[in-house]
């Protein structure tokens, strides 16, 4: 079976090339295959890493959540006392003109007093001078 112009020599040396040929893409199809399984532990690492990095994301998203809620809580109670301190220092303010409305009648009281004393002073003067007198 071979060709015309083709000798036995020719179709030996053809059949070696062609095997070397094929030995040659046999050892770069090993090497690709070798490639491809190091590609493929790599892509299992990096899963594993994001994996394990979406766990993280989860756990911090959920931490984040309940210091939204904590806060949320922080700030209605912030609110609440806003409230109760709005009505301390209105009580505040009523206590201290009712204060300053009795300082006022007690000072009103010792000028009263003041002025009692010193009419029973000119008198207790004018007892002294006629006493004097005599």
């Known amino acids: 079976m071979s060709s015309p112009g083709m000798d036995r020599s020719e179709l030996d040396r053809r059949v070696r090339r062609q095997g070397a040929d094929i030995d040659a893409l046999y050892e770069i199809s090993t090497r690709i295959e070798g490639k491809v399984g190091s590609v493929d532990q790599r892509l299992g690492s990096v899963d594993q890493r994001v994996g394990s990095m979406d766990q993280r994301l989860d756990s911090v998203d959920q ?3 309940s210091m939204d ?3 949320g809580s922080v700030d209605q109670g912030v609110g ?3 409230q109760r301190v709005g009505s301390l220092e209105v ?6 003109s009712s204060v300053d409305r ?6 009103q009281r010792f000028d009263g007093v003041g002025h ?6 000119g008198q207790l003067e004018a ?3 006629i006493l004097r007198e005599r």
């Open 102 to 107: 009795r300082f006022d009648a007690v000072d």
């Open 127 to 129: 007892i002294l001078t």
């Open 69 to 71: 809620q904590r806060l």
């Open 80 to 82: 609440s006392l806003d």
């Open 116 to 121: 009692r004393l010193d009419g029973i002073d």
């Open 63 to 65: 931490r984040v959540g």
């Open 91 to 96: 009580g505040v303010q009523e206590l201290s």
